[in-house]
Every structure is written in structure tokens, then in C-alpha cells.
């Protein structure tokens, strides 16, 4: 098993910047690629970026543009450098972890941190 411990949420202005972690724990070997993914309240997850054990990243949309997700594989931690937030940043944001399984992939998640901009 593989538990996912996320942190950085909170309340900030807009323009500011927010910088969320997660840590994976357990049977982390298994793990090939992890990413942040947000959900809007009534809607689903969808994901913000990822990236591989290889440190190759992928995001959603013009994240890029403001979001910089990186891993470090020592401490089994991802993060999300979100600068520039805007209001419809706010959002429920979701770390989940990717284990490799013969059929595709198995996701862990963890249990969420609240993101909120202001005006």
C-alpha cells in the first residue's frame, strides 16, 4: 500500500503564490509517476500536471504557464509551484500516485488540500 500525505494548501490573494507537497509513504517502489489533479465542487478531478520518476512533466492546459510541478525521488515528494493564482485556481487540489499494474495503472490518492483565492 501507498499512502499520500498532501500540505501548502490555504487562502491567498490573487497574483500571489502557493507551493503544495505530497509525500508518498508505504510500498513507494512501486510508484513510477505521481501528479496533482483539482476538482471543482459538483465536478470531477481533473488533472493540473504530473510528472514521471524521470522527472519528465506533463500539464493541463496553460498550467505551464504558471504551475511547475517537480519531483524529488529521495524524499518520494512531489511538488506543485503555483505563482500568479487566480480566482478559478480555487478549487480542492489532489495528489495521486500511478503503480504500474499489468492491465495499465493503479492510483493512490491522497486525501486533498484546500486551495483558496481571493479577489
Known amino acids: 500500500q501507498v499512502q499520500l500525505v498532501e500540505s501548502g494548501g490555504g487562502m491567498v490573494q490573487a497574483g500571489g503564490s502557493l507551493r503544495l507537497s505530497c509525500t508518498a509513504s508505504?510500498?513507494?517502489?512501486?510508484?513510477?509517476?505521481m501528479g496533482w489533479f483539482r476538482q471543482y465542487p459538483g465536478t470531477q478531478r481533473t488533472l493540473v500536471a504530473s510528472?514521471?520518476?524521470?522527472?519528465?512533466?506533463n500539464y493541463a492546459g496553460s498550467a505551464e504557464d504558471r504551475f511547475s510541478v517537480t519531483i524529488d525521488n529521495v524524499r518520494n515528494t512531489i511538488s506543485l509551484q503555483m505563482n500568479n493564482l487566480k480566482p478559478e485556481d480555487t478549487a480542492v487540489y489532489y495528489c495521486?500516485?500511478?503503480?504500474?499494474?499489468?492491465?495499465?495503472?493503479?492510483?493512490?490518492w491522497g486525501r486533498g488540500t484546500q486551495v483558496t483565492v481571493v479577489s
Open positions: 508505504g510500498t513507494v517502489d512501486v510508484i513510477n509517476a
Open positions: 495521486r500516485a500511478s503503480k504500474p499494474i499489468y492491465s495499465g495503472s493503479y492510483y493512490y
Open positions: 510528472i514521471t520518476r524521470d522527472g519528465v512533466a
